[in-house]
């Protein structure tokens, strides 16, 4: 991987064609580095590079390590950005300009000041649980296995296309599935819920490898399993995806339990305020407390 990335620089290629400064190469392979060093996903490494790759293309001939705010909210605002994006742009530049002062390129962040967006609570949204029901009930056996996968173990659509026959612990005491390099690259354990092992034999578990293989061999990407599995959905009418059954997941062991760390530790969130918000879905005392407020005098 190193190799790969400070001798190869394949990553490197243009997105437009445009050129860029005579060091983006050299930064961004460093700055690439960095996050892999952190264990962070490829995909993740993937969409930053790409950032930075379209900011230098902006700015060219300047390096991104002499541009300012100002160049950089200039991009920004040609790019019709929404907050979510904008906001999410914002910290990936400034994780850029945070890993180049370690290492001693710059002493400088021209992200510390810019404003980001307020960010609205986005709450899940559960698949229903007829819905959920029906889809399991109908669905080929690879994507049956991953419905189980999502609803009843909470992974996401890279940790099931990723998930290793050895990473079923089916014959502990308790037995248990180990989630190996989730999202931030933190691993986590959680019980095995009684219904993926006959999902995950009905789908030709192996004896070895990748979990859940295409018709004609090979693993999935995060993205094809999602793709796979949410055109299936659609087809049956469902208006959701795999990663709402994810959601469902959240909020049924939340309402079980109400221990936000708890399912906070199942979820893989790095951060409580992720999980709080399936709390918004345990309102029967908020119901009752609502609904009896009356002004009117008795």
Known sequence: MTRRILDGRKFSKRLTGTPVAGDTDDLVARYSLHQQ???LAESTVKSRRQKLLLLAEDVH???LLDIDRETI?????????GPRARYRYISDFAGFYRAMMEDGRTDRDPTMYI????????LPRPIADDDLDRALAQAPPTIAAALTLAAYEGLRS???AHLQRDDILDTNAPPML???EGKGGRDRVLPLHPEVMPALRRADLPRSGRVLRRPRGGGFSGTSMSKLVNDYLHDLGIDATLHQVRHWFGTKTYQ??????????LMGHSSPTSTAVYAQYAIEGAEVAVGGLCARRQ
């Open 37 to 39: 060093r952190r264990g």
């Open 61 to 63: 001939p300047a390096s």
């Open 178 to 180: 180990h989630v190996v």
């Open 158 to 160: 890279r940790e099931i």
């Open 115 to 122: 404003r980001r967006p307020r960010q609205r609570i986005a």
């Open 256 to 265: 079980a339990t109400r221990d936000l760390r708890l399912v906070q530790a």
């Open 73 to 81: 909210e200039t991009f920004l605002d040609g790019r019709e950005l």
